[in-house]
């Protein structure tokens, strides 16, 4: 059985199909970056069926997957049985685990019955819907802290941090992570910055990017780094990487309407970012808004997304 299969979703058509593809390989090959060399750009998509089981009924479907987003192109009409079969097949599953990886069965009957020309009424287009982010959230001006509250410097150097440091570093600031420190909460209090593009956080006295820096290799964002400080983002050239400390203070418990552990005023559109932190014996620390938590990759060829910071005490 080749890879070069092909399928026709309504005009188009979609060639090949990743038969190694599945929802837990496509993490590590698009969110953390960490994992496979075949993804060369961002604009690259791969196409692999999976198994949907979050509704009420398992549903087999198409999937686009890319850097920047996850489609599902189409609903497959597989015969119900094979499809319950297959999930029945995946065993005890956690309530954040309900995608999953095709078997044997389900792969020969698309190659029988859809793919290379098959019965297309067996094909369900899912219209893409066009999704425009709302940044508009509204931040009062502020002045500074209320009385009440309490400056709180974070780390600002780069450091390397092992992993048995992870845990501690999280706890003792009460941030939030959804596998160290579930219950961690950073109380953050964000006012309006000078720039539409920049929020301010009085509590630690830090600006921000609203938005960022698409992925890249480090070294990319190093240099990206080099031309905003260049050209001056918002009237300012002291932009940086944030620490590890500095990235997790930003993460809320709640996942927003965008889908990501963050203060709406924030885009979506970095769901991982690099930060200013090196692993020993080796590694790179990132910050994951989506997931909630902090994690490692391999230096070989990672890739991460940038929001920026600077001091603005």
């Not at 802290?145 to 501690?168: C, F, K, M, W």
């Not at 209090?189 to 509590?203: E, F, K, N, S, Y």
């Not at 992925?215 to 009237?235: P, Y």
């Amino acid at each position: 059985m080749g890879m070069f299969h092909q399928v026709k979703v309504g005009q188009k058509i979609i060639t090949p199909i990743d038969w190694e593809m599945n929802p837990d390989l496509s993490f590590g090959t698009f969110e953390s970056w960490g994992g496979r060399e075949r993804v060369r750009n961002n604009k690259e998509c791969v196409y692999y069926f999976f198994i949907d089981n979050w509704g009420e009924e398992p549903k087999l479907c198409l999937m686009e997957r890319a850097v920047k987003h996850a489609r599902i192109m189409a609903v497959i009409k597989a015969p119900p049985d094979i499809v319950r079969r297959c999930v029945e097949g995946q065993g005890a599953s956690s309530r954040f685990e309900k995608s999953y990886a095709i078997n044997e069965q389900i792969r020969n009957w698309l190659i029988e019955n859809v793919l290379d020309g098959g019965d297309p009424s067996l094909i369900t287009p899912v219209e893409e819907q066009i999704d425009v982010e709302d940044m508009a959230s509204t931040l009062p001006v502020r002045s500074g802290l209320r009385a009440s509250d309490e400056i709180t410097l974070l780390p600002s150097v780069p450091a390397i941090i092992n992993d048995d440091q992870i845990e501690g570093i999280v706890k003792r600031w009460q941030f939030f992570d959804a596998e160290l420190n579930p219950g961690g909460r950073f109380e953050n209090v964000l006012g309006a910055g000078p720039d539409p593009q920049t929020v301010i956080d009085h509590r630690t006295s830090l600006m921000w990017q609203r938005g960022g820096l698409d992925i890249g290799s480090l070294r990319m964002i190093e240099k990206k780094i080099s031309a905003v400080n260049d050209h001056g983002f918002a009237g300012f050239h002291d932009w940086r990487l944030p620490t590890l400390e500095e990235a997790m203070s930003l993460l809320e418990p709640e996942v927003n309407g965008k889908g990501v552990h963050l203060h709406p005023c924030f885009s979506r559109e970095q769901p991982f970012i690099f930060v200013a932190a090196r692993r020993k014996p080796g590694g790179l620390w990132f910050v994951d808004y989506k997931q909630g938590r902090c994690f490692w990759s391999s230096g070989t060829i990672p890739g991460g997304f940038g929001r920026l910071v600077r001091d603005f005490a």
